[in-house]
């Protein structure tokens, strides 16, 4: 038993470090100030990340009696999952809405959810799943009441009860399928699932949509996305980019697992699966064009963004995945970029609505032509980072036949266009509004910086990543045969 | 016999927590709604722990409990913030947000 836990230890460093870290950041936060806490964080961090880089090319090992698994498609993960802590990071040490006596709480509890991350992409076990959602939503509860305005405790109550409702569902269906199979971990339930039979099959069915829902939440997919818009105004900026990011990748690892469980009923599921992802970007992007408040234009950009990724997961081709990795490494970088431009206007003017942007190229030029980047990268224009990811998701697409798919995402990609390019008109051609000069402080200038770097380095020369995407993750045969092996 | 009672107990706490959450108004009405609906999974995961004879599903119980825990308490600092900061307890008083 020691061997076991002293084996799993060895492959597990950078969870261990991020955890620890945010425990001691969470306990330090309450007697030091949050310069402190910050060094922890930053410390607990480049740790993690330096212990992620040396397990870097995983065989695919179960770990804890096969409660986590160690693979390529975690691998890739929690990358994502550790560059969003790091980049929201810098963003939550530069924003001044957040109090600074709180500041190291914050800091604390966003280590936390990047721990909750982390798990989330490699759990291999219905336990763990729940475990990794749970401390990934109630560090976000949390978070986004961390404004002292009455708008924040709103939104906050809010993703409590849409959350507990939608994990308390999702929980209900994982303890019914336990109840039909016997089975707790992901590769016995999938192989006690191909072996199930007719009555029992449509109350497996009834289960597996029970347990979507809650993924289907974290992910805001329609029609479990009204809580988003709501939400994201009410949270802190930092909190919001975050939310915009963090449990969208996370979420979707799960997805992929569970799918790959499922994958007996998915005939049953893929037409609704197929349905709702269309519907997700159209909404999404319907909603989106007559918004006046940035982080409510930003909620439903993000939903149709999410639309768009989900359909690198219904073609269910190594392609699809690849495809899906790469927007999603793309999605990090622009919509991160752009939040913290945006935190740079909010910290300087203290408003959120669309106005705060007329005139921005006057005050503020390497600003404004950095957000028009990541606008222009979201809205998916050659030869950004963006373009590259949007390109591969249609292609996956047209590839399986489904060109209706590709040409109802196309489609909807030209409506965003009109939202994205308005903010862009605003900051260029509107008259101004303020004219003095506006200077964001250095970790905000550092994140966008290093989000330019990569929506236009990555856009131009993506080679090396896609070849690295596709030496790891493409497989022969079955879609994802690499994630879970019987 | 006694499993199939067991479920249907399992199913109505359920479907109550459920109704509970929908029709509420008081914040903390809710948040025993939502109890409602863990112990409902945790009553799941015990009657088939037993069926199965499986112990790794009563482990799975003891977690739902803490947890349920855990989410009581932050429901609460979050009410207890709102009712600060709104001067109310009723979730259906929470309208800034709107759109």
Redo the contacts between chains.
């Keep these: 038993m020691g061997l076991v836990l002293g084996e799993s230890l060895r492959a597990w460093w950078p969870e261990a470090c991020l955890g620890l870290g945010s425990l001691l950041a969470v306990l330090l936060s309450a007697f030091v100030p949050a310069k402190t806490v910050r060094a922890v964080a930053w410390a607990a961090l480049a740790a993690s990340a330096l212990a992620l880089w040396r397990t870097t090319a995983p065989t695919p090992t179960d770990i804890f009696y096969g409660v986590i698994v160690c693979d390529a498609l975690g691998l890739a993960f929690r990358w994502l999952a550790l560059g969003t802590v790091a980049l929201v990071l810098l963003m939550v040490v530069g924003a001044r809405e957040i109090e600074e006596a709180y500041r190291g709480e914050a800091i604390g509890l966003l280590l936390f959810v990047g721990f909750g991350l982390l798990l989330l992409s490699e759990a291999n076990h219905?336990?763990m799943a729940?475990?990794a959602l749970?401390l990934v939503s109630?560090g976000s509860?949390?978070l986004v009441?961390f404004l002292?305005?009455?708008?924040?405790?709103?939104?906050?109550?809010?993703y409590?009860?849409f959350g507990?409702?939608a994990s308390?569902?999702m929980?209900?269906g994982?303890?019914?399928l336990?109840?039909l199979t016997?089975e707790?971990s992901f590769p016995a339930l999938a192989s006690s699932l191909a072996g199930i039979g007719s009555p029992m099959r449509e109350a497996a069915l009834l289960a597996a949509l029970l347990m979507l829902v809650g993924v289907a939440f974290k992910i805001s997919m329609v029609p479990f996305h009204l809580w988003t818009?709501?939400v994201y105004?009410?949270a802190p900026v930092a909190v919001t980019a975050f939310l915009s990011v963090g449990p969208k990748v996370a979420g979707l690892a799960l997805l992929l697992r569970l799918c790959e469980v499922l994958q007996p009923l998915w005939p049953a599921l893929a037409p609704m699966v197929l349905g709702l992802t269309v519907l997700t970007m159209t909404l999404g992007n319907l909603a989106a064009l007559t918004?006046t408040?940035v982080k409510?234009l930003l909620a439903y950009s993000t939903i149709a963004q999410v639309g768009y990724l989900l359909i690198g997961f219904v073609v269910q081709t190594p392609a699809g995945l690849q495809a899906l990795i790469v927007y999603l490494t793309a999605y990090l970088f622009m919509n991160l970029g752009l939040f913290a431009c945006v935190q740079a206007l909010v910290n300087d003017t203290g408003q959120e609505s669309l106005t705060v942007f007329q005139g921005l190229y006057r005050r503020a030029p390497w600003l404004a032509l950095s957000t028009a980047l990541f606008l222009l990268s979201l809205a998916g224009l050659p030869p950004l980072f963006g373009f590259i990811g949007k390109f591969m998701l249609f292609d996956a697409a047209i590839q399986t036949g489904q060109g209706w798919l590709a040409i109802a995402a196309i489609l909807n990609s030209a409506m965003a266009v009109y939202y994205y390019v308005n903010i862009i008109r605003l900051m260029y051609a509107a008259p101004t509004g303020a004219t003095t000069a506006l200077r964001p402080c250095l970790g905000l200038r550092v994140a966008a910086g290093v989000c330019v770097a990569a929506v236009l380095g990555l856009g131009l020369w993506p080679s090396p990543l896609l070849a690295r995407v596709q030496a790891r993750l493409s497989v022969e045969g079955r879609a994802y045969s690499a994630i879970i092996r019987p | 016999m006694a499993v199939r009672t067991l479920?249907l107990l399992?199913e109505a706490l359920?479907c109550l927590?459920?109704y509970g959450?929908l029709t509420r108004r008081h914040?903390v009405g809710?948040l025993l709604s939502?109890e409602l609906?863990?112990n409902?999974?945790?009553l799941?995961?015990v009657?088939?722990s037993r069926?199965?004879d499986?112990v790794?599903?009563q482990?799975?119980t003891l977690?739902?409990i803490a947890?349920a825990a855990?989410?009581a308490v932050?429901?609460l600092?979050?009410?207890i913030?709102?009712t600060?900061?709104?001067q109310t307890i009723y979730?259906d008083e929470?309208?800034?947000?709107?759109?």
């Design positions: 219905l336990l729940y475990l749970e109630l509860y949390l009441g002292p305005q009455r708008r924040s405790a709103e939104a906050a109550l809010k409590l009860l507990a409702l308390g569902v929980l209900f994982m303890s019914l336990f109840g016997g707790l818009p709501d105004e009410g918004q408040n409510r | 479920v399992a359920f927590g459920v959450l914040a809710l939502i609906i863990l409902a999974a945790a799941n995961f009657l088939f069926v199965f499986q790794a599903a482990a799975f977690f739902i947890l855990c989410e932050v429901g600092a979050i009410i913030r709102l600060r900061t709104a979730a929470a309208t800034v947000l709107k759109g």
